[in-house]
Each structure stands twice: as structure tokens, then as C-alpha cells.
Nanobody, 121 residues
Framework: VQLQAYGGGLVQAGGSLRLSCAASGRTFNSIFMGWFRQAPGKEREFVAAISWIGGITYYADSVKGRFTISRETAKNTVYLQMNSLKPEDTAVYYC???????????????WGQGTLVTVSS
């Protein structure tokens, strides 16, 4: 499975961005699709996830109410709509696929290359 994330960029605080992640390759059999981020000097952290069947969503407290994860199963694509962005949201954002399905927040076994989001104050 290959994951291609795109849509990052530079935005002012309070602005919005939408990230996309397209999956390709052999038969796609993800249980969860998730977004993670890693800010400079910090560990990678969970942002949001969605169950591929059913579309149940999960969010980190820091983004709840501002970010929305969604998926388009026909296109094997997951999105992250980010609104009311803050400078502390600045990070490289990674999409990931979890084909094991034990947890929505960990155990992801396929990762995309990351896309940089920079929020200026």
C-alpha cells in the first residue's frame, strides 16, 4: 500500500487548509485511516482517525471542534479539513493506514511521506 499525502502549505492563524491522502497499490484493506503530526523537536502525535467501514471518527483533544476527518471510499482517499488553525498546529502531517485495527490511535502499519503545514501568527 502506498499513501500519498498532499495539501500542506503556509496559512495565517485562523485560516483553513484541507489535506488529502490517496491510497494505491495492492488491495486496500484498512481498518482505520489516520492523520498524525510531528512538530519540530517533538514526538509524532495522533491527530485524527476514521474507521474505513462505518466512518466513525476519533480526534485528539487539541484539534476537536476545529479539524474534521472524512473519507471517500470509492477513491481510497481520506481528508483532513483543518479550520481555525493556530501556530501550534505547525507540523509535518502524515497519513497512515491501520490494517490490524486494534486501536484507532496506534499500531499503524503503512505511512505516507508527510506534508508540511505552517501556520503563521
Amino acid at each position: 500500500v502506498q499513501l500519498q499525502a498532499y495539501g500542506g502549505g503556509l496559512v495565517q492563524a485562523g485560516g483553513s487548509l484541507r489535506l488529502s491522502c490517496a491510497a494505491s497499490g495492492r488491495t486496500f484493506n484498512s481498518i482505520f485511516m489516520g492523520w498524525f503530526r510531528q512538530a519540530p523537536g517533538k514526538e509524532r502525535e495522533f491527530v485524527a482517525a476514521i474507521s474505513w467501514i462505518g466512518g466513525i471518527t476519533y480526534y485528539a483533544d487539541s484539534v476537536k471542534g476545529r479539524f474534521t476527518i472524512s473519507r471517500e471510499t470509492a477513491k481510497n482517499t481520506v481528508y483532513l479539513q483543518m479550520n481555525s488553525l493556530k501556530p501550534e498546529d505547525t507540523a509535518v502531517y502524515y497519513c497512515a493506514a491501520n490494517t490490524v485495527g486494534i486501536s484507532s490511535r496506534r499500531g499503524y502499519d503503512y505511512w505516507g511521506q508527510g506534508t508540511l503545514v505552517t501556520v503563521s501568527s
